[in-house]
Every structure is written in C-alpha cells, then in structure tokens.
C-alpha cells in the first residue's frame, strides 16, 4: 500500500499541496491576464468615445464662432468655414453613432446634439441670409434665437 507510512502520506499531502497551489497560480495568472485585457478594451473605448465627444464639441462651437463671424464681416471664406464646420461635425456625430458600447442614454444625448446643431445652423442660415439682404437688424435678432438654443 503507497500510504503505509506517515512519511510516504506526508510527501503525497505536500505533492497535492504544491500541485493545487501550482494550478491557482496558473488560473490566477490567466483570469488577471484576461482582466487586464478587458480593462485596456474599455479605456481605449472610453477614450475613443471621449475624444470623438470633445472633437464634435469643438466642431460646433467652432461652427457656431464662424456664424457669429460671418454676422460681423460676411465673406465666402467665413461661410465655407460654417458650412466646412457643420459637415466635420455630422461625421464626428455618426462616427460616434458606430460606436458599438453606447448605451441608450449615450445614444439620445447623441441625438440632442444632433437636433440642436441642425436648429443652430437653420437660424443661423437665416440669419445669414438676411445679412445677404442687407437686413442686419433682423439678422442679429434671428442670431440671438440660436445664442439662446446653446
């Protein structure tokens, strides 16, 4: 019989120990490295998303600044900047539509932007025309709707 004495068990005891003790370190190991793994994925997705969020933000500001410069001195450079930063900015917003790990919420909040920016460049591009007419009055007033909607 293997386990006839206390030596030949105490060795099969430590031979077990070591053994369990081994594959905990192996699965720990593994589940650490695929930890790891997940962890980098949701940064560089939280990154992605944030950096898409902060570029849409600074494409609609952006366009909103070259609005209000073209009220102030009209020029084709200055409308082809709004129309440029308006199109940038429906890219940045479908870019982060694709964005597979959006929720709901994130989805809408989307959406907003979107609803708001397409109200912002409708006023704006009255105002704008009314600026082309000549009717600056009317165009600072039409303006100041869309400061309002921001």
């Not at 009220?71 to 930063?85: E, H």
């Not at 989805?107 to 105002?127: D, G, K, P, W």
Request: charged letters at 15%.
């Amino acid at each position: 019989m293997i386990f006839a004495s206390l030596r030949r068990i105490n060795f099969a005891a430590v031979a077990c120990s070591i053994g369990l003790i081994s594959g905990m370190a192996v699965l720990s190991v593994a589940a650490l490295r695929q930890i790891t793994r997940q962890t980098t994925e949701d940064v560089e997705a939280l990154q992605q998303g944030t950096t898409l969020g902060s570029t849409l933000v600074s494409s609609v500001l952006t366009q909103i600044g070259a609005a209000e410069e073209y009220l102030n001195t009209p020029s084709p450079a200055v409308k082809a900047d709004f129309i440029a930063n308006g199109d940038s900015a429906y890219v940045y917003q479908a870019r982060l539509r694709s964005l597979p790990q959006l929720v709901g919420s994130d989805r809408r909040l989307i959406n907003l932007v979107a609803s708001t920016q397409a109200e912002l460049e409708v006023v704006y591009a009255t105002a704008h025309a009314l600026a082309d007419l000549g009717r600056m009055g009317d165009a600072r007033l039409i303006a100041t709707r869309a400061k309002g909607a921001t």
